[in-house]
């Protein structure tokens, strides 16, 4: 698959781009993307902070090349196509030509497809602009140290491309849907002492916002 050219698609205009970490923030809670992109608000906690670091070695780490891979760190991406911008981790470049992407995340695997979205998102970003196929990369846990594989495929791409519509409309329509509490990702949540989901719980999924969000 690697080598194969990436179907055109029209551009959108610069100021609609949107970090690829909102696609993350909006599949994991719609109200953390808002409160992050578009209220403009940050705290961090223990969680937040290991990610951090763990970021912060990745990107101090030079460049290399072993065994016929070229690594490269911190790479900048962009893709018009689903108007994104952001940074890579790592990519892998193989003598065969086939790039193959790793994204560092603390923690352990998660059973949300919030982290294999990011990826993707930064796949279709490199595929625009070296125009070839990525099939597939890996997410990093710190927890487990280990890679877990993940391949780009038609549905994995599919929601990518309906989170990043959803994103820009979040951002561009600036509104902050209400809370949802859900313990399981509201208590380690970093904005949760300015966001307190507790005061308005509500029953809608994230699968449902997103489909309202994208419906015109």
């Not at 893709?79 to 940074?87: A, E, P, Y």
């Not at 949300?112 to 279709?124: K, M, P, S």
């Not at 820009?168 to 904005?191: H, Q």
């Amino acid at each position: 698959m690697c080598g194969e050219d990436t179907d055109a698609a029209a551009p959108i205009s610069e100021n609609e781009l949107v970090p690829i970490s909102a696609l993350q923030h909006l599949l994991y809670c719609p109200r953390q993307c808002a409160l992050i992109h578009v209220e403009r608000l940050w705290m961090e906690n223990r969680f937040t902070a290991e990610g951090r670091i763990l970021h912060n070695k990745v990107e101090k780490a030079a460049s290399d090349r072993r065994f016929g891979v070229q690594t490269e760190r911190s790479v900048p991406l962009r893709s018009w196509r689903l108007g994104v911008f952001g940074i890579a981790d790592v990519v892998e470049v193989h003598d065969d030509g086939c790039v193959f992407l790793v994204e560092y995340k603390r923690g352990r695997p998660k059973q949300h497809r919030a982290d294999e979205v990011q990826l993707c998102a930064q796949a279709i970003c490199l595929e625009e602009m070296l125009d070839r196929q990525i099939p597939g990369g890996a997410l990093f846990y710190g927890r487990t140290r280990r890679r877990t594989p993940v391949v780009f495929d038609a549905a994995l791409r599919g929601l990518t491309e309906r989170t990043a519509r959803g994103a820009r409309k979040m951002i561009a329509t600036g509104v902050t849907p209400a809370p949802i509490y859900e313990s399981w990702k509201c208590e380690p949540c970093s904005l949760k002492v300015v966001c307190k989901p507790e005061k308005m719980q509500q029953t809608a999924t994230v699968e449902s916002w997103l489909e309202e969000a994208l419906a015109d």
